[in-house]
Nanobody, 115 residues
Framework: QVQLVESGGGLVQPGGSLRLSCAAS????????MGWYRQAPGKQRELVAT???????SYADSVKGRFTISRDNAKNTMYLQMNSLKPEDTAVYYC?????????WGQGTQVTVSS
């Protein structure tokens, strides 16, 4: 069974940066897309950024120009570089890997942006 493990969350001041990592415990084949989602208290989980198997990338409007999604296939790891963080970015961040017959989620990592 594949496991996704996020790391890199924490407490940061507004304007600061964090880099999240999502490491897969095993090889995953026939991936359609990988992505980062987040869920703030009292709100629905929302898409932050995705990268398809073909390399196409998309971002939520709220993070465009501040966040960057990337992947290292050799390390089975996906990243989310978050710059110019705002209090409204506070949420639990989840990584996701999906294909036609599977949809894997990590356990989540807390990001808190506060002074």
């Amino acid at each position: 069974q594949v496991q996704l493990v996020e790391s890199g969350g924490g407490l940061v001041q507004p304007g600061g940066s964090l880099r999240l990592s999502c490491a897969a415990s095993g090889s995953i084949f026939n991936i359609n897309a990988m992505g980062w989602y987040r869920q703030a208290p009292g709100k629905q989980r929302e898409l932050v950024a995705t990268i398809t198997s073909g390399g196409s990338i998309s971002y939520a409007d709220s993070v465009k120009g501040r966040f960057t999604i990337s992947r290292d296939n050799a390390k089975n790891t996906m990243y989310l570089q978050m710059n110019s963080l705002k209090p409204e970015d506070t949420a639990v961040y989840y990584c996701n890997v999906r294909g036609v017959v599977f949809n894997f989620w990590g356990q989540g990592t807390q990001v808190t942006v506060s002074s």
